[in-house]
């Protein structure tokens, strides 16, 4: 039986609400090099291989807001369901310091494999989803890590990433947020909003759906305390955030 690159999530729930996780796995399968990108095992816990937590919180997030959830089930480092497929980080031979050797002869046939495999049945289902209301609004969950290429601490608690193309919705969740008195929230942090060709490109802004891509630094949802307590506390922020926009 082929295993699916994805896992779908209370598919029937009515929710117009659509959870995304493009990171939530560090599975590598056996038709990459037999299951082994030639890493240590320690790196493929880091985030270089998925984003540590998201998928628990997309899963729990996804339940309290009644709404269905798509999560890839392959790791980023096969090749990156969250860049457009003339992306240059596709498939990653160098991600914070470390070489990813079953990745350094990647060729264009291989991408072509890979993305065949792995990429575009993940945006098929993940469109298909989307596509089942004409109003859908999605939500993509994302971790990060405390440092990156030796850098100093990441401040944020959180972060809330949009596109000039559409901050709408973005902008409602990051106010929300910003009302919250314990939080760092980080606007566009870290990293910038927009990127050509990827998910929220893909599948929110050329359609003009609603969205928000939600960062959360992967220490606070380490673990399934954290991953629940996120979840339980960003649903309400979402569902409010919605009606104030009226969109």
Request: charged letters at 25%.
């Amino acid at each position: 039986m082929t295993t699916l690159p994805y896992r779908i999530v209370g598919e029937n729930r009515p929710s117009r609400w659509l959870v995304t996780c493009d990171h939530a796995t560090n599975r590598v399968p056996d038709c990459i090099n037999g299951g082994d990108l030639g890493i240590a095992p320690a790196d493929m816990e880091r985030h270089i291989a998925y984003d540590i937590g998201a998928a628990g919180v997309t899963r729990r997030l996804a339940e309290r807001l009644n709404a269905p959830a798509v999560l890839s089930d392959f790791s980023r480092l096969v090749i990156d369901p969250n860049r457009g497929e003339d992306d240059p980080t596709l498939v990653m031979k160098l991600y914070d310091g470390t070489i990813i050797p079953a990745n350094r002869h990647v060729d264009a046939a291989e991408t072509e494999r890979r993305l065949n495999a792995f990429h575009r049945p993940y945006h098929d289902a993940l469109e298909r989803l989307a596509a089942r209301r004409d109003n859908t609004v999605i939500c993509a969950i994302h971790s990060f890590t405390p440092r990156l290429n030796g850098r100093a601490h990441r401040p944020w608690h959180v972060g809330i990433l949009y596109s000039h193309r559409d901050p709408r919705l973005a902008l409602a969740v990051l106010a929300r947020l910003r009302a919250e008195p314990d939080l760092c929230v980080g606007e566009n942090e870290p990293y910038g909003g927009h990127l050509d060709g990827d998910s929220i490109d893909r599948h929110a802004l050329t359609p003009g759906r609603p969205n928000v891509l939600i960062e959360i630094r992967h220490d606070l949802i380490r673990d399934e305390d954290g991953q629940i307590a996120w979840a339980d506390r960003l649903a309400p922020i979402l569902e409010a955030a919605l009606a104030d926009t009226r969109l």
